[in-house]
């Protein structure tokens, strides 16, 4: 039984793999793109915004920003109507749970379904779910992801979930478990993960290390593992609170509705991140993420991140992530300081409010402040020039939005922005997204391969669900 179906994973294996090899020949490798005309937002302090401004990508790198580029040899694409921007990046997401979507209605049901479902999944099941989540990250204008996978069992399982990322073109930081079944990882399965990466991760494939699960007494041993690695991050769901003698610059505490000041003090004085859950925690009934309790603390903006987590249960949408995080932000303010608010049922801060969290912090949370939690910020999380083009092209013109430039552009963008304003996305200089659409990719193909990995799951797993539902 078992060698069959090994056989048949292989087999199929080939055949979703080997279909997607024309995928590699998508984009300008080795050429240019000139994206031309736009609202550049460019999340660097030294370039700043340009009202009407260019951007040059040459061989999967930013070469210039500017008010007008000459580049006769690049293909040209419109950005007239366009915020340019930097793809957004996320960085906590089990993105093999999303194929699960509309099972888990709340956090009980969440982790029942984790525990009953997922042991039934096989390779092709973690390969369908994280390419069907990857593709639902570009096509909102997500660049990067920490992929926060947790079932590693066996090795033709962590394949699965790379390979997918890999071909679906994001950039992105696998997770890696430092305990497999109750065992320290460090030796043969690790170096065999760290291998395929070197060797088909393309440049933007790179491994993190995951603690959860690490006893108190082994958190030393595993973080210098990672540190000896050059694995970053390098943490567990609390960002090492538990052994804050331990935890360090590569740890990200997840959520955060639960933070007391004195762990935000142990925050600030290691230099620990975060990847705040804007979505799903107010959906459990969690709490709001605690955006102005960290700043207030004294967690520096650019430590702060937004995450998916759970896409089975909340859009994977960085607009209404970042929407969620300012209104939320906006809340506590009001709560911490009760004054100038008017009395009766409609409750209204008091004119010249000074807001702690603005548009813009939500935008940099969004862009720089994502590549910095995930150790990327040299190489991407702002146009710079140097840095790896990973760039998107918001559309103004369209029901939502109006196509003004002398407008607060990072109020509409959050106030108003969804995925489908994402009219062109391109990650390491390859265009995966052009004119609203998806480039090279069947995406009814995708659709159908996730729910029927669902159905399968689910009736594999018959004896211990109720399908029914
Ligand atoms: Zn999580």
Redesign the pocket.
Known sequence: MQMINKTIVIVFTFILFGASMGFAQIGSDGNEILLQGGYVLSMDSEIGDLTSGDVLIRDGQIIEVGASIDAPQAQVIDATGMVIMPGFVET???MWESSLRGMANDAAEYFYYSEVLTPHYTPEDFHAAVRYAALDAINAGITTVHN?A?VQNDFENVQAEMQALVESGLRAKMGYLAIIEGEMTGGAELNRAIDWVNENGEQRLSLSLLL?GVQAVQMQTATELGRTLNLWPITD?SGGLGTPEVSGEEFIV??GPGLTPEAIEIMVEKDIKV?L?PLIDPMIGGGLPPVYELLAGGVPLENISF?V??SAQTPVDPFASLRAMVNSARMQQVEANQAGITAGTLRIPAPGTEWLFSYRDALLTGTYGGANVLGLADQIGSLTPGKRADVIMVNMNMINMLPLTDVNIPMQLIQHGLPANVDTVIIEGKIRKLNGEIVGVDMQQVINEAAQSQTEIRNRADEVIDTGR
């Open positions: 906590h997401w089990h926060w947790g959860d769901h997840t959520h990847a859950s995450s987590d759970v």
